[in-house]
């Protein structure tokens, strides 16, 4: 039985949420996937590092009986105060990294650095996180291809509905000439509160007590997030002209709403003539035959424009941390399978692609 040694490098929601699946679920994962899951280091900011590689690797349940602000890996055996991710990351015996720590999204750093120490180690990389892989794909690819190991990122996009895989197994022998999308649930969310009479402020405070906003709301009804998400192909943050939510008037959000129009922040790109692309972020009023206008709540939906088929529309989950922390399982599942099939590092493998990359045509 193949078993594959993992590095989380973040133990916050996603990369605990994954470590409640390899505890709860991992003799009957092992069972249907052919392979097991061992956890042979953590590292994350406030609980320092912990390094097991004898035995049965960490033994995760009592990590996960404890509170996640309370927990402390320096008194233990194999425990430190000191995160200490590059050494972790280069030294500690592991075949996968799990990275799932917070989106920077002017450099990608740290997580960009935790990717890139990965690759050039020979580890297969999987991140959640969006900075590396909408500011530097096309430079880790060539890494992780140079090297040998995968590159994944599949919940970067759509939490744990795997639309980049989907895609990019499913979309043979078409075009897809572009591609709107509703990619924010947070955002999704307050708009359709706007709809029920609740204040922009109001919406937000709902939609932060219920878990699908941060303190900090800004990246989400600012668009920012649904810019690192579209961003791709040969675009720069300064390409994706980006407009949020929070000039929008409840007025005029409910005023669409009884004439048939519905308020999204859409992401979308299309592929011009000359093989370039464009993309933008901005609120749009959809009519309600449009195939996003009912998407609600916190729920994430692409609808790519094909030439073969018309418009395909690939929805589900678009946040939660077991369903991103899914999202990395379906990763590793990916790497499974190139490992299995002897493509890792090929060309065609190195492809892992962005939305705006799906198919060129």
């Not at 989380?8 to 409640?20: D, K, M, P, S, T």
């Not at 650095?113 to 909408?134: L, Q, Y």
């Not at 096309?138 to 970067?156: D, K, P, S, Y």
């Not at 959000?253 to 592929?271: C, D, P, T």
Request: one cysteine or more; aromatic letters at 4%; proline letters at 5%.
């Amino acid at each position: 039985m193949t078993r594959y040694d993992l590095a989380l490098i973040g133990f916050g929601g996603v990369n605990r949420a994954l470590a409640e699946l390899i505890v709860g679920r991992g003799d009957a994962l092992e069972a249907e996937l052919g392979f097991a899951l061992r956890v042979v280091a953590i590292t994350d900011l406030r609980a320092g590092s912990l390094v097991r590689t004898d035995g049965e690797g960490i033994d995760l349940a009592p990590l996960l009986a404890v509170a996640p602000g309370e927990l402390d890996f320096s008194p233990m055996d194999g425990g430190s105060a000191d995160p200490r991710n590059e050494w972790v990351i280069r030294e500690v015996p592991a075949e996968i990294v799990a990275e799932a720590t917070f989106t920077n999204p002017t450099d990608g750093e740290p997580a960009l650095s935790h990717v890139r120490w990965a690759i050039e180690a020979g580890k297969h990389v999987c991140t959640t996180n969006k900075g590396p892989v909408a500011l530097h794909c096309h430079a880790m690819r060539e890494l992780a291809r140079r090297h040998g190991v995968c590159f994944e990122f599949e919940g970067t996009v759509m939490s744990g509905t795997p639309v980049l895989r989907t895609a990019r197994r499913m979309f043979g022998g078409l075009a897809v000439t572009g591609f709107e999308g509703v990619l924010n649930g947070t955002s999704n969310y307050v708009l359709g509160r706007l709809e029920s009479g609740l204040s922009f402020a109001d919406a937000v405070a709902e939609a932060q007590a219920l878990g699908y906003a941060e303190a900090d709301p800004t990246a989400d009804v600012e668009g920012y997030d649904v810019q690192l998400k579209v961003m791709g192909a040969d675009l720069t943050r300064a390409d994706v002209p980006c407009t949020g939510i929070s000039a929008l008037a409840a007025e005029d959000v409910r005023r669409a709403a009884a004439e048939g129009l519905r308020w999204k922040l859409v992401g979308s790109a299309a592929r011009r003539p000359d093989g370039t692309a464009e993309a933008r972020v901005a609120p749009v009023a959809l009519p309600d035959g449009h195939p996003l206008a009912g998407v609600t709540g916190p729920v994430n939906t692409v609808a790519f424009h094909t030439d073969l088929l018309g418009t395909v529309t690939v929805g589900g989950p678009g946040a939660g941390r077991m369903e991103t922390a899914y999202a990395l399982l379906s990763d590793v599942i990916g790497i499974h399978e190139q490992s299995m099939a002897g493509t890792v590092g090929t060309v065609a493998d190195a492809k892992s692609l962005t939305l705006q990359e799906v198919r060129r045509g």
